[in-house]
T-cell receptor, first 116, second 111 residues
């Protein structure tokens, strides 16, 4: 099946710094990728939709200036958490799928961000 | 996308069949039922999906009621590695692939 790779799998950063997370589709092209956030013991929450060559679409309540998304190629989307704070500590997950009818979404392995 | 309702948690003995129910009473005619699972600290994994016919693959079987208002995911011989949170999602097959996850069912397979 299709593979989505996410990097890094775990990162610890200091409060006030920025962290970049990469999401790659390894064997298919994805014009659209999705970023989710998951707090402990909670479900995944969609943060934003990353669109290749255009601006990302953010879900209500997600600050676009804090969570910068870049989708510069058909196989790579990046999420940058700017000026990170401890409350941004979470599990961040990306997904992608070929935009065809009736195909499932494939998920990266997730990135555990801890802001200290 | 239609809303789904799942039990919060279930236990299953190792080697036995795990039957995970999902209610989706507001499903529309063109919406599919998808199942994903998430093992602790990993990204979700696709399991199976269907429209109205029962489906089976190497991982599981999906039984959808005739009125399509509910479905059951069946893991025929549960193993300890099947311990995970299982999400039932109803969505249209076309368009963007963003998924809205509910709370899911936490399945614990007991030795």
């Amino acid at each position: 099946g299709a593979v989505v790779s996410q990097h890094p799998s775990r990162v610890i950063c200091k409060s006030g710094t920025s962290v970049k997370i990469e999401c790659r589709s390894l064997d298919f092209q994805a014009t659209t990728m999705f970023w989710y956030r998951q707090f402990p013991k909670q479900s995944l929450m969609l943060m934003a939709t990353s669109n290749e060559g255009s601006k990302a679409t953010y879900e209500q309540g997600v600050e676009k200036d804090k969570f910068l998304i870049n989708h510069a190629s058909l196989t790579l989307s990046t999420l940058t958490v700017t000026s990170a704070h401890p409350e941004d500590s979470s599990f961040y997950i990306c997904s992608a799928g070929e935009t065809l009818q009736n195909t499932e979404a494939f998920f990266g392995q997730g990135t555990r961000l801890t802001v200290v | 996308d239609a809303k789904t309702t799942q039990p919060t948690s279930m236990d299953c003995a190792e080697g036995r069949a795990a039957n995970l129910p999902c209610n989706h009473s507001t499903i529309s005619g063109n919406e599919y039922v998808y199942w994903y699972r998430q093992i602790h600290s990993q990204g979700p994994q696709y399991i199976i999906h269907g429209l109205k016919n029962n489906e089976t693959n190497e991982m599981a079987s999906l039984i959808i009621t005739e009125d399509r208002k509910s479905s059951t995911l069946i893991l025929p011989h549960a193993t300890l590695r099947d311990t995970a949170v299982y999400y039932c999602i109803v969505r249209f097959p076309t368009g963007a692939n963003n998924l809205f996850f509910g709370t899911g069912t936490r399945l614990t397979v007991i030795p």
